[in-house]
């Protein structure tokens, strides 16, 4: 972080977000809050803020789709899947205060490290066919690995979607690049499939979507057939 000048506004960014997660890291899509501060801005009759960003060596514009704040508040927030991949994110703030007539600027400037998401390998699911709650189901991912650092930690989590693919349950979550999981249907998928999907994640949360597979299901149905009086009935039982 940089501050320039002497007699000018002190300017300084705190990083709300990174104090909440308890890193300085961002991924692709983070939703990132700022807050601007100046210490010796108390006594001026008017202070003004102007934000500027970057991601890598691209500029990026700071409107009402990007933040929620616009670029002239105290405050810069990134909304969330706005932030493409970088290898760091770069915010200036600058301060203009007029103090009895008199107008100076300072700046400040926050580099963040980006985070890029495993990639480099493939997942499996095996069988797509099951008789529902019967039949375990075994997902494997091979050859994922971090592109910030090839020793660091994987995670795998294995989800059920809705037929609107807007709600979800988890059906995994671990260090474990394989394991074997029950697949059933739930209110909001469809009677004979579910859309499985498989994230790799790294320790700081940047995940790759890395399977998309529907699994189809069958049930294992038992149902009584009367047979015409209170003493005699016939057993059925079969698939649906």
Known sequence: MDILGSDVPLVSIKCISCSAKNNHVVNPGDMVMLEGVC???????SVTYTWTAEYGTNSLTLDSTTTSTHNNQTNLVINSNQLPAAASYKFKL???KTVSGTVSSGYTKLTLEGNSAPSGGSCTVSPT???SLENLVTFTCTGYTDPGSSSTELYYRVKSYSSS???SVGLYFGSSSTAKIFVAPWPGTSRHAVDIKIFVEDEYGAKT???SQYVFY????HFWLSLCNEVSCRFSKGFV
């Open 39 to 45: 210490s010796n801005c108390a006594t001026a009759s």
């Open 94 to 96: 600058e301060i203009q």
């Open 129 to 131: 066919s099951v008789v």
């Open 165 to 167: 693919g807007t709600e």
């Open 209 to 211: 979507e890395a399977l």
């Open 218 to 221: 069958a049930f294992r149905v």
